[in-house]
Nanobody, 129 residues
């Protein structure tokens, strides 16, 4: 049974940092596309970052301007999202998601993560002074 459990969210001031963690079980991490998406109140979901399982390519939401970094530890079965220089517009529930079929990168963006069939329960990130 595929399971993903996020942690690491919280309240942070603008300019601060957070590291989200996704603990996975029930599947082999390197056999799955893995990524993060977020949803803010009243807004559509958007793919934030993802890792392609076949070539390890990484895709980011273009508007992040290199503030976020996705990584994975295959041995520890963990996926991370390091978020730096956080802005109020980053406030959202962040979800970890995985899929063995859909490709995460679409025209250079992590749009495919929105189609992934397995996801966690989400972790709230609030950026506010």
């Amino acid at each position: 049974q595929v399971q993903l459990v996020e942690s690491g969210g919280g309240l942070v001031q603008p300019g601060g940092s957070l590291r989200l963690t996704c603990s996975i079980s029930g599947f082999i991490l390197e056999d799955y596309e893995i990524g993060w998406f977020r949803q803010a109140p009243g807004k559509e979901r958007e793919g934030v970052a993802c890792i392609d399982r076949t070539d390890g390519d990484i895709y980011y939401l273009a508007s992040l301007n290199d503030r976020f970094t996705i990584s994975r530890d295959i041995g520890e079965k963990m996926v991370y999202l390091q978020m730096n220089n956080l802005k109020p517009e980053d406030t959202a529930v962040y979800y970890c998601a995985a899929d063995s079929v859909f490709r995460c990168g679409v025209r250079g963006l992590p749009v495919g993560v929105l189609s992934f069939t397995s996801r966690g329960q989400g972790t709230q990130v609030t950026v506010s002074s």
